[in-house]
């Protein structure tokens, strides 16, 4: 699933034709690195695989000004077939993303354990900076959202709280986890 292939070809079909700084500002506008996975970084390379796939064409170059000239696409009739199959397999496919986190703490280092609690401690005051940030965020724009767009944010608040609410479950347990770690690899301090 390609977030970032629905943002350029949605665009393009909701909104007609658009040069890539357009729809970077549409993006920046509906504050997408806050609530999906696309960067901002990766749209002019995403605009290059639409059009050499198909999914996408150039209609014409325009030029304002100083500015430099900017080719502007339209999405095709094989895009708009690709994003009806994009939007339903968002909608039917699950992603929850493996953290690394969790392959790490299975596998600590024997002679760091005793720095466990301070860096727990800190992912959890993230995370809550995090929340504390987004829902922020989300009241000040909430009344230029969308029902849709008002239940994605109320979805990320969602699974930050879930995310903290595991944290101080670990943090809860980092005694038991520390000598149970301790007493497996053994007094000397050899990795398993």
Do not use: C, N
Not at 147 to 165: D, G, Q, Y
């Amino acid at each position: 699933m390609s977030s970032i292939r629905i943002f350029i070809l949605g665009a393009l079909a909701e909104r007609g034709p658009m040069h890539g700084h357009q729809l970077r500002l549409l993006f920046e506008e509906e504050r997408l690195d806050m609530w999906t996975d696309i960067t901002v970084g990766g749209l002019y390379g995403a605009i290059k695989r639409l059009a050499a796939e198909g999914l996408i064409e150039g209609v014409r170059t325009e030029q304002v000004g100083a500015y430099p000239e900017r080719k502007v696409w339209q999405i095709t009739d094989a895009g708009a077939q690709a994003l009806s199959s994009l939007r339903l397999s968002g909608l039917r496919e699950i992603v929850l993303k493996p953290d690394p986190f969790d392959l790490v703490l299975t596998r600590l280092d024997p002679q760091h354990l005793d720095d466990l609690p301070a860096i727990t401690d800190a992912r959890v005051a993230s995370l809550e900076a995090m929340l504390a940030e987004y829902e922020a965020h989300a009241r000040a724009v909430a009344r230029y959202l969308t029902l849709a767009e008002t239940l994605a944010m109320e979805h990320r608040v969602s699974r930050l709280r879930a995310e903290i609410a595991w944290h101080r479950r670990l943090v809860s347990q980092l005694p038991e986890l520390l000598v149970d770690e301790k007493t497996r690899k053994g007094s000397d301090d050899s990795p398993v």
